[in-house]
């Protein structure tokens, strides 16, 4: 037998069954901008029961479409979340079929429609990633200051009580605001019996304006409701000591130097999937400028072609080449084209409550002293290195 | 988990439990019902030689006809490829990632 009669033969490896490791990316599908809540400080809710918004927003063989070219595009798992998402009738539907394509779902959600049906099929087909719970307030009176919905805080309670008599995994999550403000340690409490927390839920409190730009009223009213820049720190830094050591960890993995390169965020890493199929580099930047129309185009020509360019993009506002492009601080802060977009209308508009917080913190963690501000900054390395060893610059 | 039996003559096919999705040129096995895994947000994947054996779990071929083929595709020997068809297929039984298919004979 000739030599090389076998040179396509492979030598055989021990057979590997291993657990998935590298995620490649995750997709966000807001099902919906309607809510059956009508939080006083939230930047996207409708009315649960608007006909015209409901008419305009995809269809069911729609998000099969899209959940199909997600799947096919390698996405490992998708976020449902709204508005509402549970509003629409067919989220069973959907879930299923996103399931039955191999995708994880994440699922965010206020639990007030978690019926016995929908706790009944979260249980059979578990999402495999986490169902995330938005609380707002531990008492009926409190919650519904915030919710302006009579009866959501016995549905929430009973969506909650249904996930974890099925031991269904979820975790909570908070918005601090005037009427729950007092209850943080009780909420911490609460949180705490869930077996699947693990440390103290995440409270939001720097509250995104709406990202529809829709309502000049409402913004008024969101603004109102976050804290200055000055209690917003004092918040954060309750815990002093877990602050600064997480801080330390974070200033020494985010820290970058400056750039005036628009999106140095995590965009380029998924995308949005709005309710009526415009596909957005993130949740909040909705630029008309910037977003690819899902009706005349597929997922994966947005992905590879049109929105690869945009993300090359730099800034050109004089004051923020002035200062965020020289700024050392882009990792602290949370400055990006989304928020940017929902503040002034534009991608590159410094958004100055964020700087005056990301300088605070900054000051407090002694990357700064008090009369300098970040772009002024050369040394910017030497003094989060000396940070991340655990030493305030001198 | 429970162990269960391989039978060289049963003929095993993939699950309606889970989802097979090939990303990347990787074969990734996802539950798709509770109890497939440890804490039910695991996904798991086979290397080279898994996914050789995996292709073949397909209703038709008995384990003992599986073997012959891999022997026949590649070195290593009739006994190691036996040991590696067991040690897989008795996995993917536990996880209840393939299922026996009934025969005739029953």
Redesign the interface.
């Known amino acids: 037998m000739p030599a090389g009669i076998?040179s396509d033969?492979?030598?055989?490896?021990?057979?590997?069954?291993?657990?998935?490791k590298s995620i490649?990316g995750r997709l966000d599908l807001e099902l919906t901008e309607r809510c059956n809540n009508n939080c006083i400080h939230c930047c996207i809710n409708l009315p649960s029961m608007d006909a015209r918004v409901k008419a305009r927003e995809l269809g069911t063989d729609d998000w099969k479409a899209i959940l199909r070219q997600a799947?096919e595009v390698?996405v490992?798992s998708v976020r449902l979340t709204g508005g509402e998402p549970l509003l629409r009738e067919d989220f069973p539907e959907l879930y299923l079929y996103a399931?039955?394509?191999?995708?994880?779902v994440i699922l965010f959600t206020n639990g007030r429609l978690i019926s016995p049906t929908i706790a009944e099929l979260l249980?059979?087909?578990?999402a495999?990633?986490r169902i995330e719970i938005t609380v707002y307030g531990m008492h009926q009176e409190s919650y519904e200051a915030v919710s302006r919905m009579p009866g959501s805080y016995e549905e929430f309670r009973l969506g909650v009580e249904r996930l974890l008599t099925r031991r269904i995994?979820f975790m909570v999550k908070g918005s601090l605001l005037p009427p729950n403000r007092k209850e943080v340690e009780e909420f911490n409490q609460w949180a705490a019996t869930i077996p699947w927390m693990h440390g103290s839920p995440s409270l939001s409190l720097f509250f995104e304006l709406r990202s529809r730009r829709d309502s000049t009223a409402r913004n008024r009213q969101i603004t109102r409701l976050r804290p200055s820049p000055e209690d917003g720190f004092a918040f954060l830094i309750r815990r002093s000591q877990t602050y600064r050591q997480h801080m330390e960890e974070f200033c020494g993995r985010f820290m970058a130097p400056p750039s005036d390169s628009l999106f140095t965020c995590g965009a380029s890493r998924g995308g949005c999937i709005d309710a009526y199929g415009k596909l957005q580099l993130c949740m909040a930047l909705r630029h008309p400028d910037y977003v690819f129309d899902m009706k005349t185009g597929t997922l994966k020509e947005a992905l590879s072609t049109t929105f690869p360019p945009y993300l090359l993009e730099r800034a050109t506002n004089s004051d923020y080449l002035r200062r965020c492009a020289k700024c050392f601080l882009r990792g602290l802060c949370e400055q990006c084209p989304g928020k940017s977009w929902s503040e002034h209308g534009t991608l590159d508009h410094p958004v100055d409550y964020l700087c005056q917080l990301a300088h605070i913190q900054a000051r407090y963690l002694g990357l700064l002293s008090e009369s300098e501000m970040a772009w002024e900054v050369t040394d910017w390395q030497k003094r989060v290195q000396a940070l991340t060893k655990g030493a305030p610059a001198k | 988990m429970t162990e269960m039996a391989v039978q060289w003559e049963g003929v095993y096919l993939h699950s309606k439990e889970i989802?097979?999705?090939e990303?990347?040129g990787?074969l990734?096995?996802?539950?798709?019902?509770?109890g497939i895994s440890e804490t039910?947000?695991?996904?798991?994947?086979?290397?080279?030689?898994?996914r050789a054996?995996w292709a073949l779990l397909d209703g038709k071929n008995n384990l003992t006809q599986i073997v012959q083929i891999?022997t026949e595709?590649?070195?290593?020997g009739a006994e190691?490829?036996e040991q590696?068809v067991h040690?897989?297929v008795l996995?993917?039984l536990t996880?209840r990632m393939i299922k026996q298919v009934p025969t005739a004979k029953g």
Do not use: C, M, W
């Open positions: 076998y033969q492979e030598n055989v490896d021990l057979y590997v069954l291993q657990k998935h490649i799947a390698g490992i399931r039955h394509l191999g995708l994880r249980a059979k087909y578990p495999l990633e995994p | 989802v097979a999705r990303i990347e990787e990734i096995i996802v539950p798709l019902v509770s039910d947000d695991e996904l798991f994947t086979l290397n080279e030689t898994g054996i891999l595709r590649y070195e290593g190691t490829i590696d040690g897989l996995e993917l996880r």
